[in-house]
């Protein structure tokens, strides 16, 4: 009896004291504007703003454009660490994963929000793409039912980049077909590469049809992470 009655006030006297231990800290996170962008090989480095003054950061690389606003999760804190990729000695560095944005109402609107023309402006005719998967603007959705999770090819002009929204990039793309009075004139591709407003690009990826993201924003159809070439 004795010996069952300290096995049990050694139990509870552990129980008590994991209950009064304080939870695993959480791993910090860095929080900042993107000054400056540098990729390596297998890095990208960046200069960031953050409330306590500025910092470098390393991540996998990434596309990331300076103004972005980014946040570098499970940051390690490194001093005296030496690139030899960037030939340059970084007194102290931050080595973390960038985190991938939730999208907010705000992030969802500059999606879904068509890229904005001059009122006497056409769009730009630009010539269709090489090739058995070849598809125009206007027939992508004249024949949205058939080519629903289907490749796709489709050359036109970049009119509106909106980056690092939901992990991806959302670029408008336009050919000069089309109807600007029901949209199917401007073709919505997401994307893990850059592209810049004004370029004339071929966007290869899967035709989505009546995608939904939540919090009223529904796309009758995009082109979902395409590959650009120019």
Do not use: C
């Amino acid at each position: 009896m004795r010996v069952l009655l300290a096995v049990l006030a050694t139990f509870l006297l552990h129980a008590a004291w994991a209950a009064d231990r304080p939870a695993a800290p959480q791993k910090p996170s860095v929080r900042g504007e993107v000054l400056e962008v540098k990729d390596v090989d297998v890095y990208t480095y960046l200069r960031l703003k953050t409330k306590d003054g500025e910092i470098w950061a390393a991540v996998g690389k990434a596309p990331v454009q300076k103004g972005a606003d980014v946040t570098i999760e499970n940051a390690t804190v490194m001093s005296n660490f030496e690139s030899k990729a960037l030939k340059r000695k970084f007194d102290k560095i931050v080595f973390g994963t960038l985190a991938v944005r939730v999208a907010g109402p705000a992030d969802l609107g500059a999606v879904h929000q068509s890229a904005p023309k001059a009122a006497a402006a056409p769009d730009e005719k630009v010539a269709k793409a090489p090739g058995a998967d070849a598809r125009t603007v206007a027939e992508l959705f004249g024949k949205k039912s058939a080519m629903k999770d289907k490749p796709a090819a489709v050359r036109g002009k970049v009119v509106k980049v909106t980056q690092n929204v939901m992990g991806k990039n959302w670029v408008h793309l336009r050919d000069g077909t089309g109807a600007a009075a029901d949209g199917t004139n401007d073709l919505l591709v997401t994307t893990k590469e850059t592209a810049e407003v004004g370029a004339i690009v071929v966007a290869k990826g899967v035709v989505r049809t009546d995608v939904n993201l939540g919090g009223g924003y529904h796309y009758a159809l995009l082109l979902e992470d395409a590959k650009l070439q120019k």
